[in-house]
């Protein structure tokens, strides 16, 4: 039979009003927070389990968060709903984990807020009005929307990948990226152009239908039949690293003596291949943490001024390059 709050408050001597505001998270009361510590420890070992329904009619607030994310079979996207699951766990949340490939992008789920990974869809009819607390990750939005978000600065990261690859002393530098992705939002690219010009270099590009590793392998060794093989890649993320490294195997090229690659995002998988990935590591556990606090406030102070931060990647060199 479950354990209710009667129960638990029974064991404690308490009212039941009183330790249904505790696990509730109510504030309208005063409790001393010894107090607050006996419920939250007498609840745990009798393995109470909140009913969300009802903790939601009394508080006004599900304690249920939106983490949306492009593509849900991305390593990088479960690598950053892993994290921030674990991180908004402390706080006694939950995070729903919705993947926005297409279709209807409406949340069916009520929620407090919204965490959104590289993905700008906003709830609502209005982009410029959410209708629940959003906060943006990865990417930057439109200046006009004024929202909150951590960036990743990606230009900085293509600008570290770019320039150690020419200090290698590599003169073919080609850039791995997607082919249906925005001029104005691929800093990755903007920035790979922009050093090869300064280096005086040629741009190769190699865009590849979607981010799978099976578009990178297809993608080069279809490029190396037409035009030869760079003596580098820069990938835009470690999925086509993955691919492009099977293909510059079966094309008897030995990386990175003959061919150095660079991915970006440092995935786990990356460390595990043959030979370890270098990458452009993504600063995953601080854009969580700013992100749950940013939407922790934006939660509590709706008016508050925008809240805004850029953190830069940095430059893991393994095997590859």
């Known amino acids: 039979m479950a354990v209710t709050i009667r129960d638990v408050a029974q064991s404690l001597n308490l009212s039941h009003t009183t330790v249904s505001r505790v696990l509730n998270g109510s504030q309208s009361i005063s409790v001393p927070e010894i107090t607050r510590e006996r419920v939250r420890a007498a609840a745990q070992q009798m393995g109470y389990i909140p009913n969300r329904a009802a903790r939601a009619l009394v508080t006004g607030q599900t304690h249920l968060v939106a983490l949306q994310a492009y593509r849900l079979s991305s390593p990088y996207a479960w690598m950053v709903s892993e994290k921030m699951q674990e991180i908004v766990a402390q706080d006694g949340y939950e995070v729903l984990v919705r993947e926005f490939g297409g279709g209807d992008l409406t949340l069916q789920a009520s929620v407090d807020g919204i965490l959104a990974l590289d993905t700008l869809h906003l709830p609502g009819n209005s982009v410029l009005s959410p209708s629940v607390p959003y906060v943006l990750m990865g990417r930057t939005p439109p200046h006009a929307l004024r929202l909150d978000y951590v960036g990743i600065d990606r230009a900085y990261g293509a600008r570290l990948a770019v320039e150690h690859l020419i200090r290698m002393g590599r003169r ?97 998988e990356g460390e595990y291949l043959s030979p370890p990935l270098s990458t452009i590591l993504s600063p995953v556990e601080e854009m969580c943490h700013q992100a749950w606090q940013f939407l922790r406030r934006r939660m509590k102070e709706p008016d508050a001024p925008v809240q805004e931060i850029m953190l830069r990647p940095s430059l893991l060199l393994r095997q590859s390059a």
């Open 172 to 268: 073919r530098i080609a850039h791995v990226t997607s082919a249906d992705i925005h001029r104005g939002e691929d800093r990755r690219g903007q920035t790979y152009r922009a050093v090869m010009r300064e280096a005086g270099l040629a741009v190769e590009l190699l865009p590849v239908p979607s981010d799978l590793r099976r578009h990178g392998y297809e993608t080069l060794l279809a490029y190396a039949a037409e035009n030869g093989i760079p003596d580098a890649l820069f990938c835009r993320n470690d999925e086509l690293a993955t691919g492009c490294l099977r293909a510059l195997k079966e094309l008897g090229r030995q990386v990175p003596g003959d061919t150095a690659v660079i991915g970006c995002d440092g995935i786990e």
